[in-house]
C-alpha cells in the first residue's frame, strides 16, 4: 500500500511541477508521506495519499491553495447535513414497469 501511495503521488507531483516548471525534491515527498501516515496511524486515521482526480479538478477549476479542498469538503458536509440532494430517495418507488398479463 505504501509504494502505490507513493508511486501515485510521486507521479501526481512530478506532473503538476513540470507543468509549472517547479522542482519537486522525491525524499521529501517520502519524508512527509511517511510521517503524515505515521501520524494517521496514531489517530486512528486512513492512510494518506494525493488525489490524481481531485487535483485534476480543483486545478482546472482555478483553485491555487489547499483551501479548496476545505471549501469542497466544507460544501458537502453541509449538503449532507441539510439533505437536500437526497429527498428524492425517500420517494423513489424504483424503474417504472409495465404489468404483465
Not at 16 to 44: C, H, M, S, W
Not at 61 to 77: D, H
Amino acid at each position: 500500500m505504501a509504494f502505490i501511495t507513493l508511486a501515485d503521488t510521486s507521479a501526481l507531483s512530478r506532473t503538476f511541477a513540470l507543468k509549472y516548471g517547479r522542482r519537486v525534491d522525491p525524499d521529501q515527498e517520502i519524508v512527509a508521506l511517511g510521517t503524515a501516515n505515521l501520524a494517521a496511524g496514531f489517530f486512528q486515521g486512513f492512510p494518506v495519499s494525493g488525489s490524481a482526480s481531485r487535483t485534476a479538478v480543483a486545478e482546472a477549476a482555478g483553485g491555487k491553495s489547499q483551501a479548496v479542498g476545505l471549501v469542497g469538503a466544507l460544501t458537502e458536509y453541509l449538503e449532507e447535513a441539510d439533505g437536500a440532494p437526497l429527498e428524492w430517495v425517500d420517494d423513489y418507488d424504483g424503474p417504472a414497469t409495465t404489468p404483465k398479463s
